[in-house]
């Protein structure tokens, strides 16, 4: 099977497929709202420390795994760890992928509509008031058939380039929109330096004020280390599947981090620099988007254009991560089951956009199914899929390495095409161990607090 095995047409291509699944709704929508609300520069830190230890190791294993195995998930796990329990591993990652997708394009579809919006200048008539911005969205997202007709919309642009294939979908979209997104957020953070006033913008994201950060801000940056790198569901697994020994997995993993956290920084500058230079409210969390900015964007110079181009920007992010969520899928009946690409993809990427019509339901929709764990069903699927389901498979591929496969095994599949960089196992070794110790700790926390009504820290 594996001697038709689609595989990337170029490194570069490979590194922008995988950063283009990293960059998304997570880096330019979540991080800048997370750091905003619990300590600025100080959440970044731990947010950072986060990626640097544990998200590190988990991409190089996940890279690893993948292009060992040529499989995904399930696959890579069952051919590993034969007849064991680990393969369970990747069902999980299936269905975290699940999970993501149906309230991922949801909000991809609430950013088509943004779009459309701000094309259309319909963001005029919010300017300065975001009360008025806030009522609109509130009115959107509740409603029954728009937010749906929106997010079907995403989900079958997600279906069109993934039924495409590894290298003639996934590849080409990546080259195309990735520089495209890095352009356009350095434009729209230098625009945002430059507007008097927005320099206080930096020093609110930058500087770091302790007292904000509790200890369950530290469980939210690693949780969100772990989602804004795609990491814990076999993402990079099913990526590294693609490749062949030639490509250097550790400078890869790096340049996918690398990128990916310097997206989410110039994300937080060119919209904090925004909205302290027109003296908007700066911790509104999520409606930082889709609130906060329609009502300050109309009051820039050509309002008009500034504000569609970050949403398409917005859109490309959300698109290029969107399509890894769907080949998790798609790739998984494609090596287990057999099927062609263009069934798995038609057939499940449709199954996924019903799930998340439920969840755009939920948020007030018609069908009530809010209660469900005291949260709509849409904030289930969050919650689930960042505080729990990444986090364990992060954990348990950690494991994995360490007790079941065995470093030396994954070391000699590491330093295929390292070429001349040296990495010592001991190091790799305790990397690995930092990063299951504490993902482990901080789930058991969690678990503890649902349980018992108080966690051990925080
Ligand atoms: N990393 C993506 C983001 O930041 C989300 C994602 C999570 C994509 C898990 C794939 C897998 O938005």
């Known amino acids: 099977m594996s001697s038709q095995r689609e595989q990337w047409g170029s490194k570069l291509g490979f590194i922008l497929a995988a950063s283009g699944s990293a960059v998304g709704i997570g880096n330019i929508w979540k991080y800048p709202s ?18 640097l230890i544990v998200g590190l190791s988990i991409v190089v294993a996940e890279f690893v795994i993948g292009r060992k195995t040529q499989l995904s998930p399930v696959g890579a796990f069952e051919k590993l760890a034969p007849g ?41 008539n919010l300017s300065g ?39 003639g979908g996934i590849e080409k979209w990546s080259k195309i929109l990735m520089p495209i997104i890095i352009v356009l957020l350095a434009v729209l953070a230098i625009r945002g330096m430059t507007l008097e006033g927005g320099m206080e913008g930096l020093s609110f994201l930058f500087n770091p004020r302790f007292e904000d950060l509790t200890a369950s ?56 620099t925004t909205v302290f230079a ?24 050509g309002g008009t254009i ?26 998984y009946f494609i090596d287990q089951k057999g099927w062609s690409r263009k069934k798995a993809t038609i057939q499940f990427g449709s199954i996924i956009t019903i799930v998340g019509v439920f969840c755009s339901f939920s948020l007030g929709g018609g069908v009530n199914l809010t209660g469900f764990l005291g ?30 496969w065995g470093l030396k095994e994954y070391m000699n599949e590491l330093r295929e095409g390292m070429n001349n ?20 700790f901080i789930i058991f926390n969690e678990i503890y607090f649902t349980i018992a009504g108080k966690a051990l820290i925080g």
């Open 34 to 51: 997370m750091a905003g609300q619990n300590g600025g520069g100080a959440f970044t830190i731990v947010y950072l420390a986060c990626i």
């Open 84 to 124: 064991s329990n680990w393969k369970w591993v990747g069902f999980l990652g299936v269905a975290s992928a699940f999970v993501i997708l149906s309230f991922y394009g949801v909000v991809g579809g609430w950013i088509l509509k943004y779009i459309i919006d701000s094309i259309l200048g319909g963001f005029n």
């Open 129 to 167: 008031n975001p009360e008025a911005a806030g009522a609109v969205f509130n009115g959107f997202i509740t409603s029954t058939y728009s937010p749906v007709l929106y997010q079907v919309l995403f989900m079958g642009l997600c279906i069109f380039v993934i039924v495409q294939g590894v290298k």
């Open 217 to 272: 801000a530290i469980v939210l940056a690693l949780g969100h280390s772990f989602f804004t790198v795609s990491l814990g569901m076999g993402t990079m697994i099913t990526y590294g599947s693609y490749l062949n020994r030639e490509q250097n997995l550790m400078t890869s993993a790096l340049w996918v981090i690398l990128l990916d956290t310097a997206i989410a920084m110039l994300a937080g500058v060119a919209i904090f």
């Open 278 to 301: 027109l003296g908007a409210n700066p911790a509104e969390g999520p409606g930082l988007i889709f609130v906060i900015l329609p009502s300050i964007f109309p009051q820039l110079a």
């Open 306 to 331: 500034w504000a569609t181009l970050f949403f398409i920007l917005l859109f490309m992010a959300a698109l290029t991560s969107a399509i890894s969520i769907l080949e998790v899928v798609t790739a």
């Open 375 to 404: 949260m709509s069903f849409f904030d289930v699927m969050d919650y689930l899929s960042s505080k729990y389901m990444l986090p364990i498979g992060g954990m348990l591929t950690a494991i994995f390495i360490l007790h079941k």
């Open 421 to 440: 960089m040296s990495v010592p196992d001991k190091l790799v070794k305790t990397f690995l161990i930092i990063a299951a110790t504490i993902v482990g």
